[in-house]
């Protein structure tokens, strides 16, 4: 069974920084792209970034410069480094993996989620 295991989250002052992880886990055949999005309270769910499996990045407009995803493959582990938090970073951060995975004889292709870790910085 797959699982995106997230750990990291935490509170901090702005100004300050955190460095959340997710390990994939499971029977798998490879790990393609992996994101990071995040919810805050009353809002929809929104992309913070993406990372291929080649280490191409892309990030929303409002954390560009401030966060940096990379990846450990060895691992299977994706990253999130947040610098120079502000209170709007405040939510429920979550990753996402598609995963390709053997089963019965077939290669199957899916979006995995982690349970999500709670990122709280205070004024």
């Known amino acids: 069974q797959v699982q995106l295991v997230e750990s990291g989250g935490g509170v901090v002052q702005a100004g300050g920084s955190l460095r959340l992880s997710c390990e994939v886990s499971?029977?798998?055949?490879?790990?393609?792209?992996m994101g990071w999005y995040r919810q805050a309270p009353g809002e929809q769910r929104e992309l913070v970034g993406t990372?291929?499996?080649?280490?191409?990045?892309n990030y929303a407009d409002s954390v560009l410069g401030r966060f940096t995803i990379s990846r450990d493959n060895a691992k299977n582990t994706v990253y999130l480094q947040m610098n120079s938090l502000k209170p709007e970073d405040t939510g429920v951060y979550y990753c996402?993996?598609?995963?390709?995975?053997?089963?019965?004889?077939?290669?199957?292709?899916?979006?995995?989620w982690g349970q999500g870790t709670q990122v709280t910085v205070s004024s």
């Open positions: 990372i291929t499996s080649g280490g191409s990045t």
């Open positions: 499971g029977i798998i055949l490879s790990i393609n792209a």
């Open positions: 996402n993996a598609r995963i390709t995975y053997w089963h019965g004889g077939y290669s199957y292709t899916d979006d995995y």
